[in-house]
Each structure stands twice: as structure tokens, then as C-alpha cells.
């Protein structure tokens, strides 16, 4: 495959190309988004279908199916269904803080084949699930996954890809969320359709595949050659270097990887060190803000509740999933904008323009939905030119989602972190982003009973507010070796005075920043 050196301003060089093994080996790893996605849209879907309400949720099927004068907004307010929607990410960010030391001490790969394995016993428990303590166990299980495969997926990507494509490369694990949250729409308005009122089982058993492809994925990858070094395995990890660069003179990079790990090593307390140590602090609060301002924009609320929030606007049930599965089409081909992009134009320019289209359409949905169903929530019919409106605004939205703050608010926190605090500060990016993606799937049919479409002003004002700190705060990691991103820190005109200059220089950094040439 195509590929180039990397020349340093002094003459020194890293030899390499973009290798066919490494672009398997990062698609495969990539495939860890894919139960992450697929939960996401399956979700929503199930607690659509009759049969699943029936048999779990009575009291939201007397609501939704039985009582026609019912409150729009407040049809599906309970919160023991939320609990079931919410527990996964609650149990994720526990996980993910158990990951984070997996990752360290046994490697990216093993805390990969971990998270398959979780989510595949969670799967065929939800699958074989007669009791609702049954259902919410098995959501416990897929949610341990989910966290083991989020803490380590984004690192490896980062770790194991050439910098020049690190963002595209590290982009393919936003896709194969996007993949996931497509399937699991198919597979919902699929088995919808099944007699019998058994399909909610397929849609959860369902959540066994995408286990299986990130389980036998992880078994056949390499670990990545800045883990193999940080575990003592240096032989081995300058023989994976040779050959994910395509050459054998890897001595620069190589070193730079040793200097790097050895320096991680004088850090005894990396969680303590990212708290406490001022030159981390523009580090901690990237890994803190930028997954709690994703979860704001409110789009796994379209996302995993897609259906559910269709109904409520008046469609019926095959029609609610159909249109989950446009926005789950529309997310798919959307995020390939942000794989061509992400390196070409550079982060900033994507989350910019995806705030500014977020801002506008999550009004424009407030607008409409109001307009339709003002405060009380009761309308008689939904027309259909102003259901396609409705629908069109949402797939706008959920693009512009998809190209920015999707992929990127994975990608960003992921190659920001020097080595010796990048698990913890991993750590600190997942566990934050289950927290605030477990309490606004709490709270949010609450918050639509109760705020009706004033909720999508609420959201809408959290991305106005956001896109002020990517303008002002987040800087561009376009084309920067991930070993010499603490250059980034020291140009910023907000975070520079963070970066005690003396203290970074005398850190191992290797060579000066590189160009392409």
C-alpha cells in the first residue's frame, strides 16, 4: 500500500508505509465499536415491539397501545424501562476503570477478547430472559463489555496506526458503531414482524455476533508495540514495529518508544499524577469535557431511543423502526465524511461546522414538535408531509453527529495523552462518557414528560455551548506523532501556561515534531 518517510527537521528519519497488515489488524480492531453500536440501536427497538412490553413493562403497553388519549410525551415514562435502557452504561463505567488496569499490566488485546466475551454471555442471558431481573442482569454483562472494549479499542488504534493516518484509521471505530446501530435497526423492524412475539429474543441474541467478531478478532491481532515495550517485551515489540511499518530500519521510532515507556515507568501513580500534576491539566479536562459534551448534544437519546421517540411523535410501530433505520443509514454514511476528512482538513474544522448544524436542527425538531403538539402532548393525526420534516431535520442532525463529535470525541482523547497517564486518562474519557450516557438514558423520558419539546432547546444549547469550547479550547492534533503531541500544548494560547517548558524538555521525547515529506 501506498505510504512515505517521515522526515524530522534535523535529518533524522522514520522509515515507513502504510502496510496492508497494519490496515487489517486497525479494521479488525475497529469492529470493537460494533457491540457498542449495536446495543445502542437495539435498545430502543425492543422497547418498541408489543410483545417485549407485554411481557416486561405492562404498565408503559397499557399507556402506549390501550389508552389512545394518553399524553404524547409521557406514554413511556417509567422508570424500571429506563433502568433496563440505562444499566448497561452504568455497569460500563465501572468496567471501564477495571479495563484500564487489564490494559496496563495485560495488554490491549486481552482487555479486547474480554469485552467480546462479557458481552457474548450477556447476549444469550437477555436472549433466554422470562424474568425482567433476568433482563437487567444480562444488560449488566453486555455493559462490562462494553467498557473493557471502549477502554481498549481507541488506544490501540491510536497506538498501532501510522500518525499521518491515525485520525482515519481511529475513525473506523465511530463506523463500526454507526454499522452496529444499522444492524440493530434491520434486525428490529425484522423480527417486529415475526408471529409469535418472540423477535424481541432475536434482537437481543442478536447482540452475539458483533461479540463474536470482536472475540475472534482480538485473538488473531498483535498487541500494540508501545504496550509490548510498557510490559518488558521489547524484542518482540521492535520485531511488530518492523513489520507494521513494512521496514526493517525502525531504530528511531523504536527508541522513541523505549525512552517514552521508560519514562512512564518513573510515574508510580499515573491516576494521581493526572490529577495533580499541572502539565496534565489541559489533558484531564479534554478527557473530562469532550465525552461529556458528546453525550449532551442528546444524540444517543435519537439514537437509542429512535423508535420509541417516533412513536411518540405519532408514528406507528413498523413505521417508528423504519424511520430508525433512515437515521441509522444516514449516521453510516455520514461518518465516512469524518474518515475522508478527519486527517485532510483536521479535527477542529469538523467539530465546528457538525456544533453549528447540530445547534440549528435540534431547534428546528423543537420547533416542529411543538408546533404539532404544543405543551399538552395531544394531537389527534401526525400528517405525513409534516412527519417526512420531522424525520429529515433528525437525519441532519444525526450527520452532522456523525462526521464530528462522534468519531471524534473518541479520537481526540485517545491521541492527546502522553504514555505514562494515556490508560488513566482513557479511563477518565469512557467512564465519563457511560456516566453521562447512563443519566440522560435515565432521566431523559422523565425530562420529555416534563419539559416536552423544550428538551431539544435544552440540547441545543448544550452545542452552542460546546462548539464556543472546541473554538476556544481544543486545539488541531492534525499530522502530530503521538509521542510529540506535548508540542500542541505548548504553541495553545490557553493551555501553554500549563506546560512548564523546562519540565516537558527534560521528559524523553525523542525527535523534534516531524513533517511529511
Known amino acids: 500500500m501506498a505510504g512515505g518517510n517521515f522526515i524530522a527537521p534535523d535529518g533524522g528519519e522514520y522509515p515507513g508505509k502504510l502496510t496492508r497488515y497494519v490496515a487489517i489488524t486497525c479494521i479488525m480492531a475497529a469492529m470493537g465499536g460494533l457491540i457498542f453500536g449495536y446495543d445502542i440501536g437495539i435498545s430502543g427497538g425492543v422497547t418498541s415491539m408489543t410483545p417485549f412490553l ?3 413493562f405492562m404498565s408503559v403497553y397499557r399507556k402506549e397501545s390501550l389508552n389512545i388519549s394518553t399524553n404524547q410525551y409521557c406514554k413511556f415514562d417509567s422508570q424500571l424501562l429506563t433502568v433496563f ?5 452504568l455497569a460500563a463505567l465501572v468496567a471501564s476503570v477495571v479495563a484500564s488496569h487489564v490494559s496496563k499490566k495485560h495488554g490491549r488485546k486481552l482487555t479486547m ?4 466475551l462479557f458481552f457474548l454471555i450477556g447476549a444469550v442471558l437477555n436472549a433466554a430472559a422470562f424474568h425482567i431481573t433476568m433482563l437487567i442482569l444480562g444488560r449488566i454483562l453486555l455493559g462490562i463489555g462494553v467498557g473493557f472494549a471502549n477502554q481498549s479499542v481507541p488506544i490501540y488504534l491510536s497506538e498501532i496506526a501510522p500518525y499521518k493516518y491515525r485520525g482515519t ?11 452496529g446501530i444499522l444492524l440493530a435497526n434491520i434486525v428490529n423492524y425484522g423480527t417486529n414482524k415475526i408471529s409469535g412475539g418472540w423477535g424481541w429474543r432475536v434482537s437481543l441474541g442478536g447482540a452475539a455476533v458483533p461479540a463474536l467478531v470482536i472475540l475472534f478478532s482480538s485473538i488473531f491481532l498483535s498487541d500494540s508495540p508501545s504496550s509490548l515495550i510498557d510490559r518488558g517485551k521489547a524484542e518482540e515489540a521492535e520485531q511488530l514495529l518492523k513489520k507494521i511499518r513494512g521496514v526493517d530500519n525502525v531504530k528511531a521510532e523504536f527508541k522513541d518508544l523505549v525512552e517514552a515507556s521508560e ?3 518513573k510515574v508510580e501513580k499515573p491516576w494521581e499524577n493526572l490529577r495533580k500534576v499541572r502539565k496534565y491539566r489541559p489533558q484531564l479536562i479534554l478527557s473530562i469535557m469532550i465525552p461529556s459534551f458528546q453525550q449532551l448534544t442528546g444524540i444517543n437519546v435519537v439514537m437509542f431511543y429512535a423508535p420509541v421517540l417516533f412513536q411518540t411523535l405519532g408514528f406507528k410501530s413498523n413505521a417508528s423502526l423504519m424511520s430508525a433505520v433512515i437515521t441509522g443509514f444516514v449516521n453510516v454514511c455520514a461518518t465516512f465524511i469524518s474518515v475522508y476528512c478527519t486527517d485532510k482538513y483536521g479535527r477542529r474544522v469538523l467539530l465546528l461546522w457538525g456544533g453549528i448544524l447540530m445547534c440549528v436542527f435540534q431547534a428546528a425538531v423543537a420547533g416542529l414538535i411543538g408546533g404539532k403538539f404544543g405543551t399538552t402532548g395531544v394531537t389527534t393525526v401526525l400528517p405525513q408531509s409534516y412527519a417526512i420534516l420531522v424525520v429529515l431535520c433528525i437525519c441532519v442532525f444525526v450527520a452532522a453527529f456523525a462526521f464530528s463529535w462522534g468519531p471524534l470525541g473518541w479520537l481526540i482523547p485517545s491521541e492527546i495523552s502522553p504514555l505514562e497517564v494515556r490508560s488513566a486518562a482513557q479511563c477518565v474519557t469512557v467512564s465519563v462518557n457511560m456516566f453521562f450516557t447512563f443519566g440522560v438514558a435515565q432521566i431523559f423520558l422523565k425530562m420529555l414528560c ?3 419539546f423544550g428538551l431539544f432547546i435544552f440540547f441545543a444549547a448544550f452545542v452552542f455551548i460546546m462548539t464556543l469550547f472546541v473554538y476556544f479550547y481544543v486545539p488541531e492534533t492534525k499530522n502530530i506523532p503521538i509521542e510529540e503531541m506535548s508540542r500542541v500544548w505548548r504553541e495553545h494560547p490557553h493551555w501553554k501556561k500549563y506546560v512548564d517548558d523546562d519540565d516537558a524538555d527534560s521528559k524523553p521525547q525523542g525527535k523534534p515534531a516531524m513533517e511529511m515529506v
Not at 435502557?85 to 452504561?89: E, F, G, H, I, Q
Not at 477478547?113 to 467480546?116: I, T, V
Not at 484509521?169 to 454499522?179: E, G, K, R, Y
Open 169 to 179: 484509521f481511529n475513525v473506523l471505530f465511530q463506523l463500526a458503531i454507526t454499522c
Open 263 to 265: 519514562a512512564s515507568k
Open 450 to 452: 416534563g419539559m416536552k
Open 113 to 116: 477478547f474480554l469485552g467480546g
Open 85 to 89: 435502557t440505562s444499566s448497561l452504561y
Open 54 to 56: 407485554q411481557r416486561f
